[in-house]
T-cell receptor, first 114, second 116 residues
Framework: EPEVTQTPSHQVTQMGQEVILRCVPI?????FYWYRQILGQKVEFLVS????????KSEIFDDQFSVERPDGSNFTLKIRSTKLEDSAMYFC????????????FGPGTRLTVT | AQTVTQSQPEMSVQEAETVTLSCTYD???????LFWYKQPPSRQMILVIR??????QNATENRFSVNFQKAAKSFSLKISDSQLGDAAMYFC?????????????FGKGTHLIIQP
């Protein structure tokens, strides 16, 4: 069964450094999403992406974040200058369409900022 | 802004018994979607069941069913004949039906423990 994959599974970085989290969505899906889950808290929506541009974004998704689909398969989340509070699990998801369509989640990348 | 509330941080049920997980939400929209996602210890979230707000009939998927009360803005999940593999975090989630790729709004989750 096709699945969303994410790399790396765990990333440790120093405060102020740039990190890129990578995701490979399911191949025939058109919508892509990033979520984060700070330890012990709820999963929070960051951004959605469709047709090579941002479709929706939350208040969390400020100027230090960016997303890109550099080729036909990868979908990346870049954090330009990491802060301690960026430490979280980051989940990528994809769906065939919007609305009621199921979002398929990847296993997540645990980002630790020291 | 939409909010989703899960008031039960943890629930415990004996294997083969039935358990109900609660979820309430707040929205000013009339058309939307509701979901229950399961997050096992491996942490990959999977969809358990979904409900379109315009449908009055409660969704059912095998041992999983929902009680959708639109006026009360309530969306509970019933798991019948609980199995050890049902042990996980369960998240209730909401999505607008707008044309954009709306993100899901999640509740804080309920940790379901299955007692053998």
């Amino acid at each position: 069964e096709p699945e969303v994959t994410q790399t790396p599974s765990h990333q440790v970085t120093q405060m102020g450094q740039e990190v890129i989290l990578r995701c490979v969505p399911i191949s025939n899906h058109l919508y892509f999403y990033w979520y984060r889950q700070i330890l012990g808290q709820k999963v929070e929506f960051l951004v959605s992406f469709y047709n090579n541009e941002i479709s929706e974004k939350s208040e969390i998704f400020d100027d230090q974040f960016s997303v890109e689909r550099p080729d036909g398969s990868n979908f990346t989340l870049k954090i330009r200058s990491t802060k301690l509070e960026d430490s979280a699990m980051y989940f990528c998801a994809s769906s065939e369409s919007a609305g009621s369509y199921e979002q398929y989640f990847g296993p997540g990348t645990r980002l630790t900022v020291t | 802004a939409q909010t989703v509330t899960q008031s039960q941080p943890e629930m415990s049920v004996q294997e083969a018994e039935t358990v109900t997980l609660s979820c309430t939400y707040d929205t000013s929209e009339s058309d939307y979607y509701l979901f229950w996602y399961k997050q096992p210890p491996s942490r990959q979230m999977i969809l358990v069941i979904r409900q379109e707000a315009y449908k009055q009939q409660n969704a059912t998927e095998n041992r999983f069913s929902v009680n959708f009360q639109k006026a009360a803005k309530s969306f509970s999940l019933k798991i019948s004949d609980s199995q050890l593999g049902d042990a996980a975090m369960y998240f209730c989630a909401y999505s607008d039906s707008g044309g954009g790729a709306d993100g899901l709004t999640f509740g804080k989750g309920t940790h379901l423990i299955i007692q053998p």
